[in-house]
């Protein structure tokens, strides 16, 4: 059983605040689905769980199991078992998807690591994720499909086996079959590994296939609402107005004018 | 294939066909300096050794006939070179350049001459740099609707330092041409390094650009290979061969070899 716990997170970037007091726990064996409008935090949330030090850690604490990873660099939090899906995986020129994956899954294994297995398990997924083989041998993400690019992303999720998977967007840029198939290998590998997952989308359409056991829904650097499934309907059907209507409620008019004054 | 070997300015070895006509001139009283030339007459592809283990001096001409595809290919080892390059593109000609470079010390002066219709020339330069490098390179368009394009990349670690001077000159009347040149060193040390890419363009119809980069990887490039567990040094390794191998069209065999150079010199 593995957990990632999000206390009073307040994270900036530059002079602007983006996190706001943010909470959250996710454990094995949990979905939690964060939506909310553009720019109110959700991507910044995965890169500052990950580590991406563009952003400042004002107040609050990460924790891994129970550890505090504040200060755990980007490489040192993967290999602990966190992994990110990129909204935009890069194009690096020159660096073979399979060196790269080789080399990440190396970096995790160290003498564990077999090669043939680590062939074997890449060309099976590689398969399964309808992917022509010879991206294996190319550069990363070099002239890549937007919809391939996220299916190389669920590819390298598969071969570093990751406990704690955040997916930014990750139904973005894929058709309606592409989706199909990163929603069925996500749920695949959900089942066979137990982890806890975060998604980040704006879309309902990605939990036709992916079903979350939670839904989050961020505004404005802070989660507003909670719920099951059925709340992302909700949101599919009236949009995000009406939780943002609820929330000022709850909260009083000046503060509502404060938080939502970024949107 | 067509190959040569040049051991310290002098042809070792030599294998070549009807497409290539070598002709190699020792130094003289006139000419202080070995003088290798080479016509290429049939499309083909030729490559060149170079080892030095003295400093050496070559002056290297190379003539490529009209409607002739030329693909050259050169690795150049060993101790402080200077070469100086006289290229010269007929009418509807090709030439495809690519350099693998791992010298202590070098000193390099190139002229290109399209002097054709049609002519095109594509260079790829690669060099691990561990002493002072310095390359001052001219593309002169002389006929219509020409095209150049310049790639130099280098690595820059222990000692080394690189200049990179190229300009690319386009006269008047030069319709439709085309000129490029795409300048990058990924700099590993403390050493002055200078790009100085320059375009002398007098005619409107044609297409230019220039690029000129001193520095390290983009955060992002080095975050998303961190964020899936390759430590910092690996992942700086990992994107410096690619850098190395980005742009080459070079069999599998002669990349590794010139990656495993970086290898001896790394940090």
């Known amino acids: 059983m593995h957990s990632l716990k999000i206390k009073h997170l307040n994270v900036e970037i530059g002079k602007k605040q983006i996190l706001k007091d943010f909470n959250l726990e996710i454990k094995s064996g949990e979905i939690h689905v964060i939506m909310g409008p553009n720019g109110t935090g959700k991507s910044t949330l995965s890169k500052v769980i990950m580590g991406d030090t563009n952003y400042q850690i004002t107040n609050g604490d990460i924790l891994f199991d129970g550890k505090k990873i504040n200060d755990l660099k980007v490489d040192e939090r993967a290999r602990l078992g966190i992994f990110l899906g990129m909204q935009m995986p890069l194009e690096i020129e020159g660096v073979s998807n399979a060196d790269f994956m080789r080399s990440a899954v190396h970096a995790k294994e160290k003498e564990e690591f077999k090669l043939y297995p680590f062939i074997k398990e890449m060309n099976e997924r590689v398969e399964k994720l309808h992917m022509d083989s010879s991206m294996i041998h190319r550069s990363i993400n070099q002239g890549f499909s937007g919809g391939e690019r996220k299916k190389n992303e669920i590819l390298q999720m598969y071969l570093l086996k990751p406990s704690i998977v955040m997916l930014d967007e990750i139904d973005s840029g894929l058709d309606v079959d592409s989706l199909k198939l990163v929603g069925e290998n996500v749920m695949e590998y959900y089942e066979k590994e137990d982890p806890a997952i975060l998604i980040v989308t704006h879309y309902q359409r990605l939990l036709d296939y992916i079903k979350p056991t939670h839904v989050h829904i961020m505004v404005d650097g802070t989660i507003i609402k909670s719920g099951d499934a059925s709340l992302a309907l909700e949101i599919e059907k009236y949009g995000y107005e009406k939780e943002k209507e609820k929330y000022r409620a709850s909260i009083g008019t000046c503060a509502v004018e404060s938080i939502l004054k970024h949107e | ?267």
């Open chain 2, 1 to 267: 294939m067509n190959k040569l070997v040049v051991v310290n300015d002098v042809v070792k070895e030599q294998i070549l066909d009807d497409s290539i006509q070598l002709s190699f001139v020792p130094k003289n009283e006139e000419f202080g300096v070995n003088l290798l030339r080479i016509k290429v007459t049939e499309s083909t592809r030729l490559e060149i050794y170079y080892e030095n283990d003295k400093k050496s001096k070559l002056d290297i001409w190379i003539d490529v006939d009209e409607k002739v595809h030329f693909e050259l290919i050169e690795i150049r080892n060993g101790v402080s070179s200077k070469v100086q390059y006289h290229n010269s593109l007929s009418k509807n000609s090709s030439f495809f350049s690519q350099k693998l470079y791992f010298v202590e010390g070098m000193r390099e002066v190139s002229y290109t001459f399209l002097n054709g219709e049609n002519a095109q020339y594509h260079s790829v330069l690669k060099t691990i740099s561990t002493k002072k490098e310095k390359y001052d390179m001219e593309i002169i368009h002389n006929a219509k609707h020409t095209e150049s394009n310049i790639i130099n990349h280098g690595v820059n670690v222990k000692d080394g330092s690189i200049i990179f001077n190229v300009t690319g000159t386009i006269p008047k009347g030069m319709k439709e041409s085309t000129l490029n040149q795409f300048n990058r060193i990924l700099t590993f040390n403390e050493e002055e390094c200078k790009i100085s890419p320059i375009l002398l363009v007098d005619e409107e119809d044609v297409i230019a650009n220039h690029s000129a980069y001193i520095g390290k990887f983009r955060e992002e490039e080095l975050f998303y290979l961190m964020s899936r567990g390759i430590h910092e040094k690996d992942a700086t390794m990992l994107l410096t061969k690619g850098f190395l191998r980005s742009k080459l069209h070079l069999e599998e065999e002669l990349l590794e070899q010139y990656e495993k150079k970086l290898d001896t010199v790394w940090r």
